[in-house]
Protein backbone atom coordinates (compact mmCIF):
# COMPACT_ATOMS: atom_id res chain seq x y z
CA UNK A 1 0.00 0.00 0.00
CA UNK A 2 1.46 3.01 -0.62
CA UNK A 3 1.86 5.58 2.20
CA UNK A 4 -0.44 9.08 1.48
CA UNK A 5 1.62 12.35 2.31
CA UNK A 6 1.45 14.39 5.19
CA UNK A 7 1.86 18.61 5.22
CA UNK A 8 1.86 20.52 8.22
CA UNK A 9 0.72 24.06 8.04
CA UNK A 10 1.27 26.84 10.56
CA UNK A 11 0.62 30.73 10.68
CA UNK A 12 2.98 32.51 12.24
CA UNK A 13 4.66 35.97 13.78
CA UNK A 14 7.12 36.74 15.59
CA UNK A 15 7.16 33.33 16.75
CA UNK A 16 11.45 32.74 16.45
CA UNK A 17 11.11 32.07 20.61
CA UNK A 18 9.03 28.72 20.19
CA UNK A 19 8.72 27.72 16.64
CA UNK A 20 11.36 25.81 16.25
CA UNK A 21 9.76 23.36 18.73
CA UNK A 22 7.31 22.41 16.37
CA UNK A 23 9.21 22.15 13.31
CA UNK A 24 11.87 19.65 15.10
CA UNK A 25 8.92 17.64 15.82
CA UNK A 26 7.48 17.87 12.20
CA UNK A 27 10.20 15.27 10.96
CA UNK A 28 7.65 12.84 9.71
CA UNK A 29 5.77 15.22 7.19
CA UNK A 30 6.54 15.37 3.87
CA UNK A 31 6.50 19.23 3.61
CA UNK A 32 5.65 21.76 5.87
CA UNK A 33 4.43 25.26 5.74
CA UNK A 34 4.98 28.70 7.19
CA UNK A 35 2.69 31.36 6.17
CA UNK A 36 4.27 34.71 8.21
CA UNK A 37 2.11 37.75 8.19
CA UNK A 38 5.27 39.96 9.16
CA UNK A 39 7.85 38.73 11.87
CA UNK A 40 10.32 40.96 12.80
CA UNK A 41 12.35 38.84 15.19
CA UNK A 42 13.67 36.53 12.91
CA UNK A 43 10.92 33.48 12.27
CA UNK A 44 11.02 33.03 9.03
CA UNK A 45 15.21 32.44 8.46
CA UNK A 46 14.48 29.94 11.54
CA UNK A 47 11.64 28.22 9.79
CA UNK A 48 13.55 28.23 6.40
CA UNK A 49 16.80 26.82 8.34
CA UNK A 50 14.58 24.03 10.00
CA UNK A 51 13.74 23.05 6.55
CA UNK A 52 10.00 24.97 5.79
CA UNK A 53 8.89 26.32 3.52
CA UNK A 54 8.04 30.02 4.38
CA UNK A 55 5.07 31.68 2.26
CA UNK A 56 4.55 36.03 3.22
CA UNK A 57 0.38 36.83 3.66
CA UNK A 58 -0.87 40.06 5.00
CA UNK A 59 -3.12 39.56 8.11
CA UNK A 60 -6.46 38.43 7.14
CA UNK A 61 -7.81 37.02 10.25
CA UNK A 62 -7.09 33.53 11.67
CA UNK A 63 -9.58 31.50 9.58
CA UNK A 64 -8.51 33.11 6.28
CA UNK A 65 -5.22 33.12 7.20
CA UNK A 66 -5.59 29.29 8.72
CA UNK A 67 -6.89 28.38 4.72
CA UNK A 68 -4.32 30.10 2.83
CA UNK A 69 -1.57 27.89 4.58
CA UNK A 70 -4.02 25.48 3.81
CA UNK A 71 -4.34 25.74 -0.32
CA UNK A 72 -0.68 25.93 -0.37
CA UNK A 73 0.30 23.03 1.08
CA UNK A 74 0.66 19.87 -1.72
CA UNK A 75 0.11 16.67 0.37
CA UNK A 76 -3.49 14.40 0.45
CA UNK A 77 -3.54 14.98 3.73
CA UNK A 78 -3.46 18.24 5.99
CA UNK A 79 -1.98 18.62 9.64
CA UNK A 80 -2.82 21.84 11.04
CA UNK A 81 -0.75 23.44 13.86
CA UNK A 82 -0.08 26.89 15.78
CA UNK A 83 3.26 27.85 16.65
CA UNK A 84 3.04 26.49 20.08
CA UNK A 85 2.34 23.35 19.71
CA UNK A 86 4.14 20.23 19.45
CA UNK A 87 3.90 16.27 17.66
CA UNK A 88 5.14 13.86 19.84
CA UNK A 89 6.61 10.51 18.71
CA UNK A 90 3.94 8.83 19.79
CA UNK A 91 1.32 10.71 18.00
CA UNK A 92 2.95 11.40 14.61
CA UNK A 93 3.16 7.04 14.49
CA UNK A 94 -0.39 7.40 14.99
CA UNK A 95 -1.06 9.68 12.32
CA UNK A 96 1.04 7.84 9.86
CA UNK A 97 -0.93 4.98 10.75
CA UNK A 98 -4.47 6.48 10.64
CA UNK A 99 -4.39 8.54 7.33
CA UNK A 100 -2.79 4.62 5.86
CA UNK A 101 -5.43 2.89 6.96
CA UNK A 102 -8.07 4.86 6.88
CA UNK A 103 -11.81 4.56 4.79
CA UNK A 104 -12.74 6.62 2.18
CA UNK A 105 -15.69 8.00 3.56
CA UNK A 106 -13.10 9.48 6.61
CA UNK A 107 -12.05 13.08 5.83
CA UNK A 108 -10.62 13.98 8.89
CA UNK A 109 -9.51 13.38 12.29
CA UNK A 110 -9.46 15.30 15.78
CA UNK A 111 -7.00 14.59 18.46
CA UNK A 112 -6.32 15.71 22.65
CA UNK A 113 -4.36 18.66 23.12
CA UNK A 114 -2.30 18.40 26.31
CA UNK A 115 -1.44 22.04 27.13
CA UNK A 116 1.81 23.09 29.20
CA UNK A 117 1.47 26.20 31.23
CA UNK A 118 3.55 27.32 34.57
CA UNK A 119 6.11 24.10 34.65
CA UNK A 120 3.14 21.68 34.50
CA UNK A 121 1.06 19.49 32.51
CA UNK A 122 -2.55 20.73 32.80
CA UNK A 123 -5.18 17.75 33.00
CA UNK A 124 -7.61 19.21 34.61
CA UNK A 125 -10.27 22.61 35.30
CA UNK A 126 -11.53 21.90 31.58
CA UNK A 127 -7.89 21.93 29.74
CA UNK A 128 -8.15 18.29 28.78
CA UNK A 129 -8.94 16.39 26.78
CA UNK A 130 -9.59 19.81 24.75
CA UNK A 131 -10.12 17.42 21.63
CA UNK A 132 -8.95 19.51 18.02
CA UNK A 133 -10.02 18.81 14.49
CA UNK A 134 -6.72 19.44 12.99
CA UNK A 135 -6.36 16.78 10.43
CA UNK A 136 -7.98 17.06 7.65
CA UNK A 137 -8.08 15.08 3.98
CA UNK A 138 -6.86 17.68 1.21
CA UNK A 139 -10.41 19.71 -0.44
CA UNK A 140 -12.54 18.22 2.70
CA UNK A 141 -12.26 21.28 5.06
CA UNK A 142 -12.38 24.83 5.78
CA UNK A 143 -11.52 27.22 8.74
CA UNK A 144 -14.26 29.28 9.65
CA UNK A 145 -14.75 31.83 12.54
CA UNK A 146 -14.40 35.44 13.77
CA UNK A 147 -11.64 36.96 15.43
CA UNK A 148 -12.71 34.92 18.75
CA UNK A 149 -12.91 31.48 17.78
CA UNK A 150 -12.01 29.92 14.40
CA UNK A 151 -12.93 26.10 13.66
CA UNK A 152 -12.23 23.63 11.15
CA UNK A 153 -14.92 22.75 9.61
CA UNK A 154 -14.90 18.91 8.01
CA UNK A 155 -17.13 17.52 4.82
CA UNK A 156 -17.25 14.00 6.20
CA UNK A 157 -16.54 12.19 8.36
CA UNK A 158 -13.91 12.61 11.69
CA UNK A 159 -12.58 10.60 13.72
CA UNK A 160 -10.62 10.20 16.65
CA UNK A 161 -6.81 9.84 17.60
CA UNK A 162 -6.35 8.99 20.70
CA UNK A 163 -2.85 10.36 21.47
CA UNK A 164 -2.30 14.01 22.58
CA UNK A 165 -1.12 17.35 20.94
CA UNK A 166 1.77 18.95 22.86
CA UNK A 167 0.58 23.07 23.51
CA UNK A 168 3.05 25.01 25.26
CA UNK A 169 0.16 27.83 26.01
CA UNK A 170 1.35 31.24 26.76
CA UNK A 171 5.05 32.19 28.04
CA UNK A 172 3.87 33.13 31.41
CA UNK A 173 1.33 34.73 33.27
CA UNK A 174 2.12 38.28 31.37
CA UNK A 175 1.45 36.53 28.13
CA UNK A 176 -2.00 35.01 29.14
CA UNK A 177 -3.36 38.65 30.54
CA UNK A 178 -2.31 40.39 27.22
CA UNK A 179 -4.14 37.19 25.81
CA UNK A 180 -7.18 38.11 28.08
CA UNK A 181 -6.86 41.89 27.44
CA UNK A 182 -6.93 41.56 23.76
CA UNK A 183 -10.10 38.87 23.48
CA UNK A 184 -11.31 40.88 25.98
CA UNK A 185 -11.40 44.22 23.94
CA UNK A 186 -12.75 42.09 20.74
CA UNK A 187 -15.85 40.92 22.65
CA UNK A 188 -16.45 44.27 23.90
CA UNK A 189 -16.09 45.65 20.36
CA UNK A 190 -18.62 42.63 18.71
CA UNK A 191 -21.47 43.45 21.70
CA UNK A 192 -23.80 46.04 21.50
CA UNK A 193 -23.53 48.79 24.64
CA UNK A 194 -24.47 47.92 27.97
CA UNK A 195 -26.08 49.07 30.93
CA UNK A 196 -24.66 48.61 34.90
CA UNK A 197 -26.52 46.00 35.16
CA UNK A 198 -24.33 44.14 32.41
CA UNK A 199 -21.48 43.87 34.83
CA UNK A 200 -23.45 42.97 37.79
CA UNK A 201 -24.12 40.12 35.50
CA UNK A 202 -20.85 39.77 34.89
CA UNK A 203 -19.45 39.47 38.92
CA UNK A 204 -22.18 36.19 39.20
CA UNK A 205 -20.95 34.68 35.76
CA UNK A 206 -17.53 35.27 36.88
CA UNK A 207 -17.47 33.76 39.92
CA UNK A 208 -19.71 30.82 37.98
CA UNK A 209 -16.67 30.35 35.79
CA UNK A 210 -14.09 30.19 38.79
CA UNK A 211 -16.38 27.25 40.35
CA UNK A 212 -16.20 25.44 37.32
CA UNK A 213 -12.73 25.67 36.58
CA UNK A 214 -11.49 25.04 40.14
CA UNK A 215 -14.16 22.47 41.63
CA UNK A 216 -16.37 21.12 39.34
CA UNK A 217 -13.66 20.46 36.88
CA UNK A 218 -11.33 20.15 39.27
CA UNK A 219 -8.95 22.82 38.53
CA UNK A 220 -7.91 22.02 42.39
CA UNK A 221 -5.64 19.42 41.18
CA UNK A 222 -3.46 21.09 39.19
CA UNK A 223 -2.45 22.59 42.45
CA UNK A 224 -0.75 26.48 41.92
CA UNK A 225 -1.25 26.75 38.22
CA UNK A 226 -4.68 25.41 38.61
CA UNK A 227 -5.60 28.29 40.60
CA UNK A 228 -3.93 30.70 38.48
CA UNK A 229 -5.87 29.16 35.60
CA UNK A 230 -9.14 29.57 37.37
CA UNK A 231 -8.47 33.37 38.64
CA UNK A 232 -7.48 34.26 35.51
CA UNK A 233 -10.31 32.78 33.21
CA UNK A 234 -12.90 33.72 36.16
CA UNK A 235 -10.84 37.61 35.53
CA UNK A 236 -11.60 37.27 31.13
CA UNK A 237 -15.42 36.42 32.08
CA UNK A 238 -15.35 39.92 34.12
CA UNK A 239 -13.40 42.22 32.22
CA UNK A 240 -15.36 41.30 28.98
CA UNK A 241 -18.77 42.29 30.90
CA UNK A 242 -16.99 45.17 32.00
CA UNK A 243 -15.82 46.55 28.58
CA UNK A 244 -19.04 46.18 27.31
CA UNK A 245 -20.15 48.63 29.47
CA UNK A 246 -17.34 50.70 28.99
CA UNK A 247 -18.54 51.10 25.61
CA UNK A 248 -21.63 52.34 26.32
CA UNK A 249 -20.16 55.02 28.84
CA UNK A 250 -17.79 56.55 26.59
CA UNK A 251 -20.95 56.20 23.57
CA UNK A 252 -23.26 58.46 26.49
CA UNK A 253 -19.86 60.78 26.86
CA UNK A 254 -19.73 61.44 23.20
CA UNK A 255 -23.55 62.43 22.72
Known sequence: MEK??????VIAKNEADRIGRLLKSASFADEVVVVDSGSTDGTQVLCERLGARVIFNEWPGYAEQKNFAME?????????????EEIAGTLAVEIMDAVLHTAPEVSGFSMPRLSRYLGRWIKYGGWYPDYKVRLVRRGSGSWSGDALHEKLLIDGKVERLSQPILHHVYRGIADQIKTINRFSD?????????????????????????LECYVWKLGVLDGIPGLIIAMNSAWYVFLKHAKAWETGLREKDDV
Open 4 to 9: PTISIA
Open 72 to 84: QTTSEWVLNLDAD
Open 186 to 210: IYAAQKPPAGSGFVLVGVGHALGKF
